[in-house]
C-alpha cells in the first residue's frame, strides 16, 4: 500500500462522506506551522475514568498534538496516556496511532516525509520524499522531482530504484529519453530510445512484467524487459478504432490517446481506455478480448488476476486465460466481489463461493444490486442509493456511509448512529449510543471524537481519558 500525504481538508468527525469505501482511517490535518509560544494542554471537565489500557512491552501511543492540544508537533505517550517524549517539528498523518518501536513510522515536516524509528529515536530514511510503498524488504522513496524514486533497506540503507526482473534491471535517462538495460553485474546489455515508440514522451515506470511509456501527444505503450514493444494502439481491435471514429473523437480530442490503466500483476492482461470505451487486451494470446460498449471492472486476488465484462445485461467473469470463470458445481461466475469471493445468481439471490477454500452461503440481493467484499466476511449490498453490511448471510448495518477495516476490527457508520464495531468474526466489539466520529482502534485502546473532546476507552468500552481537541484548546 503506498503511504501517501495529503493537504485536503479532512471531514467533520461527526460526518462521513456518503460513499465512501475507503478504509476508514481520517488523515490528520497538516502539522508543518509553527508551534504556538502559548497555550497549554487542555482537558475536559473531570469525569469518572474507570478504564485502563494494556500495551504490549514495546508498544507506544503516538498523538497529533495539532488535533489533541491545538500546538504542532506529536507526543509519544505510554499506556497511562502520560506523556513520555514530546516533538514540536513532526506532523503525523493519523490523529493517533498505536505502534510497536521497531517499527517506521511516516511523519511529516517542513522539509518532507521521513520515516522515524521511535525505540532508536531516529530517523530511518530523513524526511526528504513526498511518500513510501512498504515492501517485505523495506520501502520505495517517491522524491519530489515527480519521477525519481529510490530502495531503502529496513536497515535505512539507500540504494537506486530499478525496476526489471530475471537478472535484467532499467535504468531510467528522464534528461536523455531513454533507459539503460543491465545484467545483474550491472553490465549495459543495450539502451532503448522512447522517441522510437511515440512522440512527447512523459515518464517510463515498471509495471508489472512491462514498462509502461506515457506519451503525451500518442498515448501509452507497453515494452517488455528487454525493450521490444508488446502493446500500443496498432494493435487493438478495429472495432474500437473505428468507434471512436465514429463518435467524432479526433486527434484534437482529449479522449483521442490510449490509456493503459492496469496491468494485470500476473502480466498477462491489461486494462486499457480509448475515447469512451473500456477494454481487455490479453497479452499472452496477443488480442483483444472485449467489445466496444462493454462495462469492464477488474478484480485482484491472491488466487488470481480476474476482470467482468457487463454486455447486454448480462454480467461473466473470466480468468486470466480469458476462459468464464466456474463455481465448483461449473456454475458461471457473474459477480467478482473481491478477497476471492464470486458469485452466480440463481433463484432469487447471489450464491457465494470462495474460491480459495470453498466457503459458501446465500446472500439475499437483487442481480442489479452492487455486491463487493468489505473485509473478511463482510459485504456491502448497494441498492440504488442505500448500502447495506452483511456478515455473511445476515444484515448488520442498515443505510451505511462508510466503511471498512482497521487493525484488525470493521468498522461501519451509518445514517443515524456513529461508528459500529465489529470483530472480524462477526461479533460486535462496541456501539457507540452517541453521534461520534471514529479516531482510533488498536487492540486494546478505542479513540472517538463526540462533541468538542476525544474520548479514550478500553476494550471494555470503559472510559480511560477524555480531551477538549485542539481546535477548541484556547490559546
Not at 167 to 188: C, F, M, S, T, Y
Not at 192 to 199: K, P, T
Not at 218 to 236: K, Q, Y
Request: charged share 25%.
Amino acid at each position: 500500500m503506498a503511504l501517501r500525504g495529503t493537504d485536503e481538508a479532512e471531514p467533520d468527525d461527526d460526518e462521513a462522506e456518503p460513499g465512501n469505501r475507503a478504509e476508514v482511517e481520517n488523515l490528520a490535518e497538516a502539522e508543518t506551522e509553527k508551534r504556538p509560544e502559548t497555550g497549554n494542554r487542555q482537558e475536559a471537565e473531570p469525569a469518572e475514568e474507570t478504564g485502563a489500557i494494556s500495551l504490549k512491552e514495546n508498544q507506544k501511543i503516538i498523538v497529533s498534538n495539532t488535533y489533541f492540544f491545538g500546538q504542532a508537533g506529536i507526543t509519544v505517550m505510554n499506556e497511562k496516556l502520560e506523556p513520555e517524549r514530546v516533538y514540536d517539528d513532526m506532523g503525523l498523518y493519523d490523529r493517533l496511532l498505536v505502534t510497536e518501536e521497531d517499527t517506521p513510522v511516516m511523519l511529516r515536516t517542513a522539509e518532507g516525509d521521513g520515516l522515524y524509528l521511535f525505540g532508536e529515536d531516529r530517523w530511518l530514511a530523513e524526511p526528504v520524499y513526498v511518500g513510501f510503498q512498504a515492501r517485505e524488504d523495506g520501502f520505495i522513496g517517491y522524491l519530489p522531482d515527480g519521477h525519481s524514486m529510490v530502495d531503502i533497506g529496513l536497515d535505512g540503507t539507500v540504494t537506486e530504484h530499478r525496476g526489471g526482473s530475471d537478472g535484467i534491471e532499467w535504468e531510467i535517462l528522464p534528461k536523455e529519453q531513454q533507459a539503460v538495460i543491465r545484467d545483474e553485474q550491472g553490465n549495459e546489455l543495450g539502451r532503448v530510445d522512447f522517441a522510437d515508440f511515440g512522440s512527447g514522451y512523459e515518464i517510463a515506470y515498471w509495471d508489472h512484467c512491462y514498462y509502461k511509456v506515457s506519451y503525451e501527444n500518442s498515448g501509452d505503450v507497453l515494452l517488455d524487459i528487454h525493450g521490444n514493444l508488446v502493446f500500443d494502439e496498432s494493435m487493438l481491435d478495429e472495432a474500437y478504432v473505428s468507434r471512436r471514429q465514429s463518435l467524432g473523437q479526433g486527434p484534437d480530442s482529449p479522449l483521442y490517446t490510449l490509456y493503459v490503466a492496469i496491468v494485470a500483476p500476473d502480466g498477462r492482461w491489461l486494462l486499457f481506455y480509448l475515447g469512451e470505451d473500456a477494454g481487455i487486451y490479453n497479452l499472452e494470446q496477443g488480442r483483444t478480448v472485449t467489445q466496444p460498449g462493454d462495462q469492464v471492472n477488474v478484480s485482484f486476488t491472491d488466487s488470481g488476476s480476474f476482470y467482468v465484462v457487463t454486455r447486454d445485461g448480462q454480467s461473466t467473469v473470466y480468468d486470466s486465460s480469458s476462459e468464464p470463470l466456474r463455481s465448483r458445481e461449473g456454475k458461471v461466475f457473474s459477480l467478482a466481489a473481491n478477497e476471492d469471493w464470486f458469485g452466480w445468481y440463481e433463484n432469487g439471490a447471489f450464491h457465494m463461493e470462495h474460491r480459495t477454500d470453498g466457503d459458501s452461503f446465500i446472500l439475499d440481493a437483487e442481480p442489479e444490486a452492487g455486491v463487493f467484499s468489505a473485509g473478511g466476511n463482510f459485504f456491502s449490498v448497494t441498492r440504488e442509493q442505500d448500502t447495506d453490511i452483511y456478515y455473511r448471510d445476515v444484515l448488520v448495518v442498515e443505510n451505511a456511509v462508510s466503511w471498512g477495516e482497521q487493525n484488525g476490527f470493521f468498522v461501519a457508520f451509518s445514517e443515524k448512529n456513529g461508528p459500529i464495531i465489529f470483530r472480524m468474526d462477526g461479533e460486535k466489539y462496541y456501539e457507540s449510543p452517541y453521534s461520534e466520529g471514529m479516531v482510533h482502534i488498536c487492540g486494546e485502546l478505542l479513540a472517538v471524537s463526540r462533541g468538542n473532546y476525544c474520548v479514550i476507552m478500553d476494550s471494555q468500552g470503559r472510559e480511560v481519558k477524555k480531551y477538549l481537541l485542539g481546535a477548541y484548546v484556547d490559546d
